[in-house]
């Protein structure tokens, strides 16, 4: 048997060693923040897939996210 991979595994890999290495770069409240707006597109997803609906709680947590990720990403435009 061989270990040679593939050349669709090479390329598999280099893209999980770059995302790797670029939440490696992240300040913990970035992760952070990556990490509750995922949550909350999450949730929102989940109640419209479920009830068709979206609930005032799932808007004010996108919202929320949102405003995270504003700040924590300075999209600003400043430097």
């Given at each position: 048997?061989?270990?040679k991979k593939e050349q669709?595994?090479?390329e598999r890999d280099k893209e999980i060693a770059a995302?790797?290495?670029g939440m490696g770069?992240?300040?913990v409240g970035q992760l952070q923040t990556v990490h509750?707006?995922?949550n909350a597109i999450n949730a929102a997803l989940l109640s419209i897939r479920?009830?068709?609906?979206?609930?005032?709680?799932?808007?004010?947590?996108?919202d929320e996210?949102?405003?995270?990720l504003f700040d924590?990403?300075?999209?600003?435009?400043?430097?």
């Open positions: 048997m061989t270990n669709w595994e090479i995302k790797q290495k770069a992240m300040t509750d707006a995922y479920d009830i068709n609906d979206l609930m005032l709680s799932d808007i004010k947590a996108l996210a949102c405003y995270k924590e990403f300075n999209m600003r435009g400043e430097n």
